[in-house]
């Protein structure tokens, strides 16, 4: 009987929250939020960090509704070759889609009189641009209330190969990835993580020829083997789903692969070096038609927003 009546003792402190010291002990649902708030200014703001020993800039742009205490997630924009973090913004119109849907965008500078980003130095390398991605990362979650499972990277030719490079490297966990007329996979992206991708690729790109080239920023593969070799890394099922999208534009798609990745490939018939759907900006390096039949910045939106918790 004693022994009965400890143990509903035990039950009974148990039951209100108290310990033999008579201190309540909350018990809390783990929460989506940060404590204390970090708080940054809303709008674009330019910043500067070191990384590798060196002065890098980026450019951050905060949705209205951040209030530095619900995680949020962040979308990494890379500018092509000899462009600029707002350049790549105006031309995507990625800001109004951040701040529809309270997401943080990031678009950092390369380096180089034409900036140029380095895809092939390994992240072991301090000084590479993937360290700096990396190390861009890591301060982003130390000042901002961003949600880990929810880092995407996008980027447009030069920009696109660095993103696709990322996502062969794997150490920055990146939930999917948006590449546009920038192909790459190498032998060393066999060992990454399966990885949510979504391309676009126009078939009369003459800066980046869809059948592969040797470009400004050295040999690029074709376009059909590098997105083969994706879906095969991510062990997807061998036939694709194939949609004719509008009149210059088709769909290849690959579901149901590893970690529940997805390959999806849009290419334009009539296209050239260019952002489908997006907003022309003076520059003599793109060329060809910017198709409207599409709009690559809604269909990359909607591909990340399929990907909350994290797609590795």
């Not at 520059?283 to 269909?299: F, H, N, P, Y």
């Amino acid at each position: 009987m004693r022994r009965l009546l400890v143990l509903a003792a035990i039950a009974a402190v148990l039951a209100t929250g108290t310990t033999a010291c008579g201190k309540a002990e909350t018990i809390r649902e783990p929460r989506d939020d940060c404590a204390p708030a970090r708080s940054l200014p809303t709008g674009s703001t330019e910043r500067t960090m070191e990384a590798g020993g060196q002065q890098r800039r980026y450019l951050i742009h905060v949705p209205p509704g951040y209030d530095g205490s619900t995680k949020t997630p962040l979308v990494m924009l890379f500018h092509g070759l000899g462009g600029s973090p707002q350049a790549v913004i105006d031309t995507t119109s990625m800001a109004e889609l951040a701040d529809q849907d309270d997401t943080i965008l990031v678009a950092p500078l390369a380096r180089g009189r034409v900036a140029e980003w380095d895809f092939r130095t390994p992240i072991s390398n301090p000084t590479s641009d993937l360290a700096f991605v990396r190390d861009l990362v890591k301060e982003l979650e130390s000042e901002a209330c961003v949600d880990s499972s929810r880092l995407f990277a996008a980027g447009f030719s030069n920009g696109s190969v660095l993103a696709l490079a990322l996502a062969c490297d794997g150490t920055t966990k990146f939930a999917a990835y948006g590449a546009v007329s920038g192909p790459y996979w190498s032998e060393s992206c066999r060992s990454s993580p399966p990885a949510s991708i979504i391309y676009f690729h126009g078939l009369r790109d003459k800066v980046v020829p869809y059948v592969g080239s040797r470009t400004v920023i050295g040999p690029l593969p074709p376009v059909n083997d590098v997105m083969a070799a994706w879906a095969a890394h991510d062990r997807c099922p061998p036939a694709s789903a194939t949609t004719t999208v509008s009149r210059h534009v088709r769909h290849f798609t690959w579901k149901q692969c590893r970690a529940d990745s997805d390959v999806d490939v849009y290419v334009v018939d009539n296209g050239g070096h260019r952002w489908p759907g997006g907003k022309p900006v003076p520059s003599g390096r793109v060329s060809g038609v910017m198709t409207q039949e599409i709009d690559a910045s809604t269909l990359i939106w909607r591909f990340f927003e399929r990907r909350p918790a994290g797609g590795q």
